[in-house]
């Protein structure tokens, strides 16, 4: 069945330590670099991914224009906000660049002082996106803000149940969700895809969180199979590939 799905990757990890790589709360991760990642996916049809940058890779971004570089058409990358962005944005999106993720799960609330201003200029110079990690018990917190926002997308689920009715309600005013990070989640991921199809079937891509950093379930194939099999194919592509390549490529969405 895996040699007949097309996948778009959209979130995903290298950490290769010829790059800068910073401890965050102690942690280090292992390494995966570019052609980890390529071996990995080397049986299935690949057509583009998103190389986000972790909170272990602060503001530098040497990896991802490397990984860009190696990776080819398709891949784009997303990067932690910095100032450096307000004077490097066009030369940002020359290598790839076409988001900045903001990390509240492990930063914190200080994280998003910026964050109006920042995607303002973002999406207004370059139709950049935001990506969010954030609890979706803290949604109810932000959710005004986050609904300011020009173009959003919440990474892996929102983590929590509690709160799936407010990423709900977000899902209906156009915020997209990641499918990814399965093993971090308390509660059952294809429930949450379902749900989330019901209210708008472009709203949910697909992402491997490869490596799976500080999780014990990491990304399997057979979670591929399941979403190939539980939907039809119109929507199973929505899923693994469209809804993606839609959200990244097209600049009016």
Wanted: charged share 30%; glycine share 8%.
């Amino acid at each position: 069945m895996l040699d007949r799905i097309r996948i778009f990757d959209a979130h995903f990890h290298i950490i290769d330590y010829r790059f800068p790589i910073i401890p965050n709360e102690g942690y280090m991760p292992d390494t995966f670099t570019v052609e980890d990642y390529l071996d990995f996916f080397r049986d299935i049809k690949l057509i583009g991914g998103v190389v986000v940058a972790g909170s272990f890779h602060g503001g530098d971004y040497s990896h991802i224009k490397y990984a860009l570089d190696t990776l080819g058409d398709g891949f784009i990358g997303v990067i932690n906000p910095n100032n450096r962005i307000y004077r490097e944005i066009d030369e940002l999106d020359r290598i790839g660049i076409r988001g900045v993720r903001y990390n509240v799960r492990r930063m914190g609330r200080e994280i998003l002082r910026d964050i109006e201003t920042l995607s303002t200029f973002i999406y207004e110079g370059k139709k950049w996106h935001i990506d969010l990690y954030i609890e979706n018990r803290d949604i109810k917190e932000y959710k005004s803000l986050i609904l300011s926002l020009p173009k959003v997308v919440i990474d892996h689920f929102g983590l929590t149940y509690e709160g799936f009715d407010d990423l709900m309600e977000l899902v209906s005013y156009g915020v997209k969700v990641k499918a990814s990070g399965f093993g971090r989640l308390d509660f059952d991921w294809m429930w949450a895809l379902d749900e989330l199809i019901k209210i708008d079937p472009g709203s949910v891509i697909f992402g491997s969180d490869l490596p799976g950093t500080r999780v014990e379930r990491k990304f399997d194939w057979s979670d591929i199979e399941r979403i190939a099999l539980t939907f039809d194919s119109e929507i199973a592509d929505r899923i693994l590939w469209r809804n993606a390549f839609d959200f990244y490529f097209n600049p009016t969405l």
